[in-house]
């Protein structure tokens, strides 16, 4: 009898864990060539940076891995921005502004799932509508100029330091992080979301319910789309929803890829997400540090993705 060969290939690996290994390769490399990089603010800053994207690519992934795709994230940021800043300029309650724009934020998620799931309509239609939606929806709603609060106890928490040295973007990474793994890998809806994106008519027939699984990742990718607008509203004490979020959805789908996700659908990759995510900032800190043209930091970008598609095929055929 035949003995299965579970060892992976190098394809393999570097298609499930290149995210995490380029990324401590890249900043050991800056570590010791880019001068005044190695500091302890440097990680801080890193996450805090990168902590936008981080939300919305952690909800995008949980999408992906279905099969599907949402490009309206980044509108959701603008609408969850408005909302909240609106809220909080008015003289209501931060935590009723957070929820507030966090419910609409699910209703839209909400929307999409039931429109691509229950009737079938293609993904990038769907949410590309949303998108047009929710931006034109913010920017009504701002009436095209940016909404600014002043309320001191909200703008606090942009540089609140959990024990007076770990930033809270930082400690709210943690906790989101630790909760998709524990969904992911602890409970029946993460098996449920892999067989779902795997083969959807076979996880069908086997008494999974395909139509619930993809409305859950729509919504939570539309609660922390606009978590994502509601954070960098705290961080300026303003909301804009002409031009908050523009292009985020692609640094988030970006992040997915290269963190290892299939495109196709299949087993959500978080932590390569994360790592993703930190990678690409990384890059563009890497490139400030050292006086490169922007730009250059874009190409950067393009090549990582062009490579983690290309290991995904391979690992795909093998």
């Not at 299965?4 to 010791?32: H, R, T």
């Not at 005044?36 to 890193?46: A, D, G, M, P």
């Not at 805090?48 to 994207?53: A, E, H």
């Not at 079938?120 to 095209?144: D, H, N, P």
Request: proline content about 2%; aromatic content about 10%.
């Amino acid at each position: 009898m035949a003995v299965k060969n579970n060892k992976l290939s190098l394809g393999e690996v570097l298609q499930k864990y290149g995210a995490v290994i380029f990324f401590f390769l890249l900043f050991g490399f800056n570590c010791f060539y880019t001068n005044n990089f190695f500091s302890i603010q440097t990680v801080w800053n890193l996450f805090i940076q990168s902590m936008p994207v981080i939300l919305i690519a952690m909800g995008l992934t949980l999408v992906i891995a279905t099969g599907n795709i949402d490009i309206s994230v980044g509108s959701g940021m603008a609408l969850g921005s408005v909302i909240f800043s609106f809220i909080v300029k008015s003289g209501g309650n931060p935590v009723a502004a957070l929820a507030g724009a966090a419910v609409v934020g699910m209703a839209a998620g909400a929307f999409c799932g039931v429109m691509v799931a229950r009737f079938g309509v293609e993904s990038m239609i769907t949410t590309m509508a949303m998108m047009y939606i929710l931006r034109g929806i913010a920017k009504v709603a701002s009436g095209g100029t940016p909404i600014s609060y002043n309320n001191s106890s909200v703008s606090a928490l942009s540089y609140y330091r959990v024990g007076g040295v770990v930033p809270i973007h930082v400690v709210c990474v943690a906790v989101l992080l630790a909760v998709i793994l524990f969904v992911i890998e602890k409970t029946s809806f993460g098996v449920y979301l892999e067989a779902t994106g795997d083969n959807r008519t076979a996880a069908r027939i086997s008494g999974i319910n395909v139509v619930a699984v993809i409305l859950i990742t729509y919504v939570v990718s539309g609660m922390l789309a606009t978590l994502a607008g509601i954070e960098q509203c705290i961080m300026v004490s303003s909301a804009d929803g002409s031009s908050l979020g523009l292009s985020y959805e692609f640094d988030a789908i970006a992040s997915t890829v290269v963190g290892g996700t299939p495109m196709r659908g299949g087993k959500p990759n978080i932590i390569g997400t994360l790592c993703g995510a930190l990678l690409l900032q990384l890059i563009v800190i890497m490139v400030n540090m050292n006086n490169i043209y922007y730009a250059i930091s874009l190409v950067i970008k393009a090549l990582l993705i062009f490579g983690a598609v290309y290991l995904q095929r391979v690992a795909t055929k093998k």
